[in-house]
C-alpha cells in the first residue's frame, strides 16, 4: 500500500500517481504554463555557449565545490550570485555547471530557468515558477503526486502570484518529500539555476525573484540550492547587500582573480589553431599568422570579458570569406567596408545605454568621454576628478553609476577614493566610432576642450 502524506491538507499517495482523475491532466496544465525555451538543452537555446575546455576551470570547480558542499566557507549558503560584467561569460558557466551536474549525479539538477530578454517567454517572471515546476516533476518521479494533488485542486494556480507558485508547486511539495526521506540532508543536494535574471524586462519582477527565493529558503531550508547569474545592476546588487540575504548567500564576482586572460588566451589559440586545420581557406593562410603579439593584443583588448574574443572569433570563422583578412579588419589594417566585425558586442552595448534614463544620458557620455580623454586612468578617473571636471552635484555621480554596473566598476583606490574602472578596453572604440554607437557616439576631441577649458576655468582659483 502506498505511504501517504499530506501538502496543504490533502493527503497525497507517493506512487508517481496523480491521487485525482476528474480533472484535466496537471500534467498538461503546467506543460501549457511553461517556456520550453528556458530548458538548458532547448532548441531555441541550440548550441548554447558553454566554457571552453580547459577554462574556467576555478570558478567552475569552485561552483560545484558550493553545490556539494565541499566548501567550508560557502557550504552554509543556499544561494550562490555569480556575477561579472556584460559579455564576461556568466551563462557559459550556467550552461557548463548544468551539464557537469547531469554527468555528477543523476537528480543533482532539478530545473534551469534561462532567461533572454528577446524571448517573449523568457523575458518575465509569469512562467517561471511553472517552467521550473515542470522540470523538477519531470526530475523528481516521487514528486509526482503532490505537484497533480496541487493543480488539481486550483487548476488556475498556473494564473497566481509568483510567490503563491513557488510556495505550493515547489517549496511545499520538495518540503513533503523531504518529510517523507525522500530528500533528505545525507544525500547531494539538489541544484536550481536561473541564468540572465538581469535579462528579466522588469526590474521589479528581477527584486520580486530574488526575494521570493530569498523567502523560500529561510521558511523551508531544504537541501536545494540556487545558482543565479547575472550583470551586477544596481537593483539587483542591492537586494543582494539587503538584510534578507544576509547568511543565506554567497557571491562569486568573474573578475581578474580568476585570471581570465589565461583562459582567454587558451581560447584565442585553440580557436586559431582550428582554424587554420579545417577552414576552406587555410591554404591561404601563413603558417606563422597571427603571430604572437596579436593574440596579445587580442587579450588586452578583451579586458577579461569573453565576448570580444567570441565575436571576434565567429567573425573571422566565415567559410565565405580569408580568416586572416577578417581579422586584418578587426584590428583595423584593412577596410570593413560594409563588414560589421563587432555587431553582437554593439548590440549589447547600445542595449545597456539605452536603459539608462532619458535624462542623464548626456551626463554619462560626458563621463564616459572624460575617463577615456585621461591617459593615465587610475591616476584621474577618481570620482573626486570626476566630479570636480564635469562638474556635479553632491552624489549626482553615484546616480549616474547606478545602471552602469555592467560596463564600469568601482575600486578603491585609497581611503575615501574611489576611480570608476570600465571593464571593457573595447569600450572607447565603440564610443569613438559614430557608425558602431550611433546616438551614443561621443567626441573624443570635444571633450577634450572642454576638459581644457574647466582647467582653465579651475586654475585662477586655485
Not at 494533488?149 to 513533503?176: G, R, S
Not at 570563422?317 to 555587431?343: N, Y
Not at 562638474?391 to 564600469?408: F, H, K, N, Q, W
Request: proline fraction near 4%; charge should be neutral; glycine fraction near 4%.
Amino acid at each position: 500500500m502506498a505511504q501517504k502524506v499530506s501538502v496543504r491538507g490533502f493527503p497525497i499517495a507517493f506512487d508517481g500517481l496523480s491521487c485525482c482523475s476528474n480533472a484535466k491532466d496537471p500534467l498538461d496544465i503546467l506543460k501549457k504554463a511553461s517556456a520550453s525555451s528556458a530548458f538548458h538543452d532547448a532548441e531555441a537555446r541550440f548550441d548554447p555557449p558553454k566554457c571552453h575546455p580547459r577554462t574556467r576551470i576555478a570558478v567552475l570547480a569552485k561552483i560545484m565545490d558550493w553545490i556539494l558542499a565541499r566548501d567550508e566557507e560557502t557550504r552554509d549558503a543556499l544561494i550562490m550570485w555569480l556575477t561579472g560584467a556584460a559579455g564576461a561569460g556568466k551563462s557559459s558557466i550556467a550552461q557548463s555547471i548544468v551539464e557537469n551536474c547531469l554527468k555528477e549525479s543523476d537528480g543533482l539538477i532539478l530545473a534551469c530557468f534561462f532567461f533572454n530578454r528577446s524571448d517573449s517567454t523568457r523575458n518575465h517572471a509569469r512562467l517561471l515558477a511553472t517552467t521550473l515546476a515542470y522540470q523538477i516533476y519531470r526530475a523528481l518521479p516521487a514528486i509526482q503526486s503532490q505537484i497533480t494533488a496541487v493543480i488539481n485542486d486550483d487548476p488556475l494556480i498556473v494564473t497566481k502570484n509568483l510567490d503563491y507558485q513557488f510556495t505550493t508547486l515547489i517549496m511545499e511539495p520538495l518540503q513533503a518529500l523531504h518529510k517523507f526521506g525522500q530528500l533528505t540532508q545525507t544525500q547531494p543536494r539538489r541544484l536550481i539555476v536561473l541564468d540572465g535574471l538581469d535579462e528579466c524586462i522588469s526590474r521589479t519582477s528581477q527584486v520580486s525573484i530574488l526575494n521570493v527565493i530569498s523567502n523560500a529558503v529561510r521558511t523551508f531550508k531544504l537541501p536545494v540550492v540556487f545558482l543565479i547569474a547575472s550583470r551586477p545592476e544596481h537593483d539587483i546588487r542591492e537586494t543582494f547587500s539587503s538584510a534578507e540575504m544576509v547568511g543565506v548567500h554567497t557571491c562569486v564576482m568573474l573578475d581578474d582573480r580568476y585570471k581570465p586572460d589565461e583562459d582567454i588566451r587558451i581560447f584565442l589559440n585553440d580557436s586559431i589553431r582550428r582554424i587554420k586545420e579545417k577552414h576552406p581557406f587555410r591554404r591561404m593562410i601563413s603558417t606563422t599568422w597571427p603571430g604572437e603579439e596579436v593574440i596579445e593584443t587580442l587579450v588586452a583588448k578583451s579586458s577579461g570579458q569573453f565576448i570580444y574574443p567570441a565575436t571576434v572569433i565567429k567573425f573571422i570563422d566565415s567559410i565565405r570569406h580569408r580568416p586572416d583578412h577578417r581579422l586584418e579588419m578587426v584590428l583595423k589594417l584593412r577596410a570593413t567596408g560594409h563588414e560589421k566585425p563587432f555587431e553582437q558586442l554593439d548590440m549589447l552595448y547600445r542595449h545597456i545605454l539605452s536603459c539608462i534614463d532619458r535624462e542623464i544620458i548626456g551626463k554619462v557620455l560626458t563621463m564616459f568621454g572624460y575617463i577615456f580623454t585621461w591617459p593615465k586612468f587610475e591616476t584621474y578617473g577618481t570620482m573626486i576628478s570626476i566630479n570636480h571636471f564635469m562638474p556635479l552635484d553632491d552624489g549626482e555621480l553615484s546616480i549616474l553609476l547606478c545602471d552602469l554596473g555592467a560596463l564600469v566598476q568601482l575600486n578603491k583606490v585609497r581611503s575615501g577614493i574611489s576611480s570608476v574602472r570600465v571593464w571593457h578596453a573595447s569600450l572607447v572604440d565603440f564610443f569613438s566610432d559614430r557608425e558602431r554607437s550611433q546616438e551614443f557616439y561621443i567626441d573624443v576631441q570635444d571633450t577634450f576642450t572642454r576638459i581644457v577649458t574647466r582647467c582653465l576655468q579651475i586654475i585662477p582659483s586655485a
